[in-house]
């Protein structure tokens, strides 16, 4: 009986076993996990009706400061006896400001600048002399509202090495924009992604003091400090508040001409948020020297976001307790951080305590937030596999019974593999209105078809057409044929097209972290944010690791799948 056609039945019903399982996980696991914001908004409204609080939403942006004061936000409406949690890293203002139009953030950091700048569309002089009650007018009919002005004015800066600036006489941007051609030339930038595209970053500046310089690629704002620190860079922009400022001897260059508005912390909510818990535990507790000094704890002695905010809290005065209001730099101190004598990036907000040792590798490895994230990371692999499998393979099949569509499907899914992800991870978000589990899941869908496909098709195309014609003389119909023949002997290579579309999934589900999906990448996001490489490594090495046990899975199928044949 060797050589017949049942002996390759076992191969067959191992692939569709296979791709069962995989199926049934990646739908067990989307399922919780991928949530639309309507599905949440409905959980909210049962809850109400029920009388259960539904936890406020914090969000936060993709840098150290707005870490910081996301996870004040949450403690202290814990402390006020409200359920909530923390989003962290979800990107820009853009996505933020989505997210909360879409009811899946309710409350985030903010400045008043870039409200007014980035949101509203304002000019500089418009922006600066506006109140919070005419940005409130201004922002109700989008259904939102600003409360709460923490204390301290976090403007934008540009800054040189301190050495650089008295080498060419450089204290303000007018000096920079006069000084000679070759000199202004050979200046190398590192400019912050969102700075280049601001209206009130680069573009506009450019503009008001008529700088000649280009300023090139742009740099993660995390990693810019580092480049500087090497010599790799020459000029950056930084936020006043930035611990590293004073440590690495960089001069932040005057605003002579008065471009940039000023940039006060406060909060922006839906308008429906009521106010006064966040109002009573954090209106005009932060000056800027509190804020600095947090912020050189978390990136400089290496606590965690939630330690740091934790012991501001603890010994933090009551509300109002701090001098500084939204409209006047640092005011008074409150007790405790930058209180106490503790300069910024001393060590600790207790002056002369001793800096806390940064957690060590397998600390942070193994830190509890490990099994969420390996959750979170499967679910986006296991669910956008899926999706891919159970579009790519028809697509793939219909490329193999009607060539002259094979061009077309095959073009078509080679461009959409070439778009870069997070420009497709932007375009998702605008299309669906909602950040976070279900635009990664399409994107990696995306990603994912194009092995799927080819391989698909490829392996049909290599099935001896003998076998093919053999099987209809002895009666078997078209799908029969593709069932119990071509698909049997070209499960091999599209195991290999479904085993390459995993493990690029598994890599590229990292990037879901910069809107909120969750994941390994979460670690990757926070550790540039700190400029930990431990917090980072902490974060590649678990997914490097499942992309290699991904791999070995597939790979010991393949040897079951091929077997049978070479047994023949």
Same mark, same amino acid.
């Given at each position: 009986?060797?050589?017949?056609?049942?002996?390759?039945?076992?191969?067959?019903?191992?692939?569709?076993?296979?791709?069962?399982?995989?199926?049934?996980?990646?739908?067990?696991?989307?399922?919780?996990?991928?949530?639309?914001?309507?599905?949440?908004?409905?959980?909210?409204?049962?809850?109400?009706?029920?009388?259960?609080?539904?936890?406020?939403?914090?969000?936060?942006?993709?840098?150290?400061?707005?870490?910081?004061?996301?996870?004040?936000?949450?403690?202290?409406?814990?402390?006020?006896?409200?359920?909530?949690?923390?989003?962290?890293?979800?990107?820009?203002?853009?996505?933020?400001?989505?997210?909360?139009?879409?009811?899946?953030?309710?409350?985030?950091?903010?400045?008043?600048?870039?409200?007014?700048?980035?949101?509203?569309?304002?000019?500089?002089?418009?922006?600066?002399?506006?109140?919070?009650?005419?940005?409130?007018?201004?922002?109700?009919?989008?259904?939102?509202?600003?409360?709460?002005?923490?204390?301290?004015?976090?403007?934008?800066?540009?800054?040189?090495?301190?050495?650089?600036?008295?080498?060419?006489?450089?204290?303000?941007?007018?000096?920079?924009?006069?000084?000679?051609?070759?000199?202004?030339?050979?200046?190398?930038?590192?400019?912050?992604?969102?700075?280049?595209?601001?209206?009130?970053?680069?573009?506009?500046?450019?503009?008001?003091?008529?700088?000649?310089?280009?300023?090139?690629?742009?740099?993660?704002?995390?990693?810019?400090?580092?480049?500087?620190?090497?010599?790799?860079?020459?000029?950056?922009?930084?936020?006043?508040?930035?611990?590293?400022?004073?440590?690495?001897?960089?001069?932040?260059?005057?605003?002579?001409?008065?471009?940039?508005?000023?940039?006060?912390?406060?909060?922006?909510?839906?308008?429906?948020?009521?106010?006064?818990?966040?109002?009573?535990?954090?209106?005009?507790?932060?000056?800027?020297?509190?804020?600095?000094?947090?912020?050189?704890?978390?990136?400089?002695?290496?606590?965690?976001?939630?330690?740091?905010?934790?012991?501001?809290?603890?010994?933090?005065?009551?509300?109002?307790?701090?001098?500084?209001?939204?409209?006047?730099?640092?005011?008074?101190?409150?007790?405790?951080?930058?209180?106490?004598?503790?300069?910024?990036?001393?060590?600790?907000?207790?002056?002369?305590?001793?800096?806390?040792?940064?957690? =060590? *590798? /397998?600390?942070? @490895? +193994? $830190?509890?937030?490990?099994?969420? %994230? !390996?959750?979170?990371?499967?679910?986006?692999? #296991? &669910?956008?596999?899926?999706?891919?499998?159970?579009?790519?393979?028809?697509?793939?099949?219909?490329?193999?019974?009607?060539?002259?569509?094979?061009?077309?499907?095959?073009?078509?899914?080679?461009?959409?593999?070439?778009?870069?992800?997070?420009?497709?991870?932007?375009?998702?978000?605008?299309?669906?209105?909602?950040? =976070? *589990? /279900?635009?990664? @899941? +399409? $994107?990696?869908?995306?990603?994912? %078809? !194009?092995?799927?496909?080819?391989?698909?098709? #490829? &392996?049909?195309?290599?099935?001896?057409?003998?076998?093919?014609?053999?099987?209809?003389?002895?009666?078997?119909?078209?799908?029969?044929?593709?069932?119990?023949?071509?698909?049997?002997?070209?499960?091999?290579?599209?195991?290999?097209?479904?085993?390459?579309?995993?493990?690029?999934?598994?890599?590229?589900?990292?990037?879901?972290?910069?809107?909120?999906?969750?994941?390994?990448?979460?670690?990757?996001?926070?550790?540039?944010?700190?400029?930990?490489?431990?917090?980072?490594?902490?974060?590649?090495?678990?997914?490097?690791?499942?992309?290699?046990?991904?791999?070995?899975?597939?790979?010991?199928?393949?040897?079951?799948?091929?077997?049978?044949?070479?047994?023949?």
């Amino acid at each position: 009986m060797k050589g017949r056609l049942p002996s390759r039945v076992p191969g067959h019903a191992l692939l569709a076993a296979l791709l069962t399982w995989w199926l049934c996980l990646g739908m067990a696991m989307a399922a919780p996990a991928g949530a639309t914001s309507d599905a949440a908004a409905s959980a909210a409204a049962t809850n109400r009706a029920a009388g259960i609080a539904a936890p406020i939403v914090v969000g936060s942006k993709r840098f150290t400061e707005s870490y910081l004061l996301g996870e004040l936000v949450r403690q202290a409406l814990l402390r006020e006896g409200i359920p909530a949690r923390h989003r962290q890293g979800l990107g820009n203002t853009g996505i933020l400001a989505q997210a909360l139009a879409a009811g899946e953030v309710d409350v985030y950091p903010e400045y008043t600048g870039t409200i007014a700048r980035e949101l509203l569309g304002l000019d500089a002089g418009t922006a600066s002399a506006l109140t919070l009650e005419e940005l409130n007018l201004r922002l109700a009919p989008r259904g939102l509202k600003v409360a709460v002005p923490l204390g301290f004015n976090n403007t934008y800066g540009l800054a040189m090495r301190e050495v650089d600036a008295l080498r060419l006489g450089v204290d303000s941007i007018s000096a920079l924009a006069r000084l000679p051609q070759e000199q202004a030339q050979a200046l190398r930038f590192g400019l912050s992604h969102e700075f280049l595209a601001r209206t009130d970053g680069w573009p506009g500046l450019k503009k008001a003091y008529g700088l000649p310089q280009s300023p090139g690629r742009g740099l993660d704002h995390g990693l810019a400090y580092e480049a500087m620190a090497l010599g790799r860079v020459d000029l950056i922009d930084v936020y006043s508040t930035d611990a590293r400022i004073a440590g690495d001897r960089l001069r932040v260059l005057r605003d002579d001409l008065g471009f940039f508005p000023r940039y006060d912390a406060l909060l922006l909510m839906r308008a429906t948020l009521d106010e006064r818990p966040l109002a009573r535990a954090l209106a005009q507790r932060i000056d800027e020297a509190a804020m600095t000094a947090m912020n050189a704890e978390a990136e400089l002695n290496g606590r965690g976001f939630e330690e740091v905010a934790r012991s501001f809290l603890e010994r933090s005065p009551t509300a109002g307790g701090g001098t500084s209001g939204t409209s006047g730099g640092s005011g008074g101190s409150p007790e405790g951080v930058g209180a106490n004598g503790g300069a910024p990036g001393d060590g600790s907000p207790d002056g002369g305590a001793v800096p806390a040792a940064r957690p =060590g *590798f /397998l600390a942070r @490895l +193994l $830190a509890p937030d490990l099994g969420r %994230l !390996l959750a979170e990371h499967l679910a986006l692999v #296991a &669910g956008s596999l899926a999706l891919a499998v159970l579009a790519g393979v028809p697509l793939g099949i219909l490329a193999f019974r009607q060539p002259a569509l094979a061009g077309p499907v095959m073009a078509g899914v080679g461009v959409l593999q070439t778009v870069p992800s997070l420009a497709l991870l932007a375009f998702l978000i605008a299309l669906l209105g909602t950040i =976070g *589990f /279900l635009p990664a @899941l +399409l $994107a990696l869908f995306v990603y994912a %078809l !194009l092995p799927i496909v080819r391989n698909t098709h #490829a &392996g049909l195309c290599a099935v001896p057409a003998g076998l093919a014609h053999a099987a209809a003389a002895l009666g078997l119909r078209p799908a029969q044929v593709l069932r119990h023949v071509e698909l049997p002997l070209a499960a091999p290579t599209l195991l290999a097209g479904i085993k390459t579309a995993a493990v690029i999934s598994v890599g590229t589900a990292t990037v879901a972290a910069f809107i909120g999906a969750g994941g390994l990448g979460e670690r990757i996001v926070a550790g540039l944010a700190v400029n930990d490489s431990t917090l980072m490594l902490a974060g590649a090495a678990p997914a490097a690791l499942l992309a290699l046990l991904v791999q070995w899975g597939f790979d010991t199928a393949e040897r079951r799948l091929r077997a049978p044949q070479l047994r023949r």
